[in-house]
């Protein structure tokens, strides 16, 4: 009895045994058949993450470079709303030089007429923009060496005033056009780099284009009046 007893406990403790490694192995595989699922979905959404973070790096540097534009075109826009101004008293000192009043009047509608926009800027846009406005300051240049001829009309008080702000805003207006640039070729650098690359190219982020150094067309007219003389 001793001995069939003694048996009959080890095979129990077989039994068992076999029981827990049994169900060990089934949780082994268990574990195994869901690792590459886990190891996939891991992957995606790590790849999830990039893609977010890259897209939104790429929105917050093209709104900056589009708020830039904007601002370039409103300081443009102020120089313009200074003419009509500067022109009438022009006119009224200056009867004789209708030639040059016109010039001045004609460059400006045709500066008034080409608007940029962010969403379909292109360089042959941008030229023309930048040439239209480039014969506008070269108009205004000629505008006011003509100014040198009448001193009643250089001591006026409001030509001398207008000659002032015209010339804070073609500082403001070089000002523009450089933190624009600057704003764009951060834009373009986000969205050229890789692996940035590849979701600008998923999400229509195209190159913008940069204000160039054309003769005459960056360069601000000479304003200085001596009203001394």
Do not use: C
């Not at 008080?157 to 523009?176: C, K, P, W, Y």
């Not at 056009?177 to 590849?198: C, G, H, S």
């Amino acid at each position: 009895p001793e001995i069939y007893a003694a048996r009959t406990e080890q095979l129990r403790a077989s039994q068992q045994l076999n029981t827990k490694i049994t169900i060990k192995n089934n949780v082994n595989m268990k574990k195994s058949k869901w690792t590459p699922w886990v190891i996939i979905l891991g992957v995606l959404a790590l790849v999830a993450v990039f893609m977010v973070n890259a897209y939104n790096g790429m929105v917050n540097t093209q709104e900056t470079a589009t708020t830039a534009l904007a601002d370039v075109q409103a300081t443009y826009q102020r120089r313009a709303d200074l003419i009509p101004n500067l022109a009438k008293t022009v006119q009224a000192y200056a009867k004789h030089e209708k030639t040059t009043l016109t010039e001045v009047i004609k460059a400006r509608a045709a500066a008034t007429q080409i608007k940029l926009d962010a969403d379909n800027l292109t360089p042959d846009k941008l030229r023309q923009f930048e040439s239209a406005q480039g014969e506008l300051a070269q108009a205004l240049g000629r505008l006011m060496v003509v100014a040198e001829r009448y001193p009643d009309l250089k001591a006026n008080e409001n030509f001398h005033s207008l000659q002032i702000q015209l010339e804070g805003t073609e500082n403001r207006i070089n000002e523009a056009r450089q933190k624009y640039n600057e704003a764009v070729q951060d834009y373009n650098q986000t969205i050229r780099r890789f692996p940035n690359v590849l979701v600008a190219g998923m999400f229509g982020f195209d190159k913008m284009a940069k204000f160039e150094a054309a003769a005459g067309a960056d360069k601000a007219p000479e304003l200085n009046v001596d009203f001394n003389l």
